[in-house]
C-alpha cells in the first residue's frame, strides 16, 4: 500500500475554508494525485481539508470518506499552550517549547515527553493516545495491524493508493505515531506545508511491514 497524506491547501480559519491560493494548490494536488493514482480518498472533517480534496474526487471519480478523527480541532484542544502572553499556540511554535524539545531531557523521556515537568498537562498523552487508538483503527481497516513499534501486520494485502487529507497539526503527531518516532523529534525538525504531498510505503515482507517515507511534504507540483 502507499499511503498518501496531503495538507490542506492556504486556508482561511474563520470561517473555516480556503483562499483563492488554496484552491489553487487544490487543484495542483488533484493533477499530481491523477499521475500517482488513487483509490482510495479520506479527509479530515474540516471544511478546509475537504475542499483541499475536491478537485481530486472530482478529476478521479472517486468518493471522499470522511473521518473525524483527524479533524485539527481535537489536538488544537489538547496539544497546544498558552505563550506567556496568553495566546494559545501549538507545542512546535512557541519558542520556549521548541528550545526545550531539543535538549537531551526531552530525547532521554523518548515517547514520554509530555512527563518533562516544564510542559505537562494530562491532555497531551490522552491526545496522543486518542490519535495513536484512532490511527490503528483506521490501518486495521486499509490491512495492517498495528503491533507497536512501528511493525504492523499484513492481514489484507494490497497494492492501494491510499490518500488523507488533513492538517498540520494533527499530522505531526499522526505521522509520528505511524513512524514511531517521538513527537518532539518529528514536528520541530520536518515540515508539512500547505497542499503539500508525503508519501509513505506500506511494503510487505513475509507478513509484517514498517512504513517508510518515500518522500515528505513534497511541493514540486506547486511550482
Known sequence: MLFIYIRHGEPIYEPDDLTELGRLQAEAVAKRLAEIGVDKIYASTSNRAIQTAVPTAKLLGKEITLLDFANESHPWENLTIKTPFGKKTW?????ETIDLFYTKEIADLGFDWYLHPKIY???????MKRI???????????GYQALGNGKYRVIRDNDDHVALFAHQGFGFAFLSLLLNIPYPYFCTRFEIGHAEITLIEFKNVAGFCYPKVRSLSDGSHLR
Not at 507545542?91 to 519558542?95: F, G, M, S, T
Not at 498537562?121 to 491526545?127: G, I, L, R, T, V
Not at 495513536?132 to 486499509?142: R, Y
Open 121 to 127: 498537562k494530562a491532555s497531551f498523552p490522552e491526545e
Open 132 to 142: 495513536q487508538t484512532e490511527s490503528n483503527a483506521f490501518f486495521a481497516s486499509l
Open 91 to 95: 507545542l512546535y511554535q512557541a519558542q
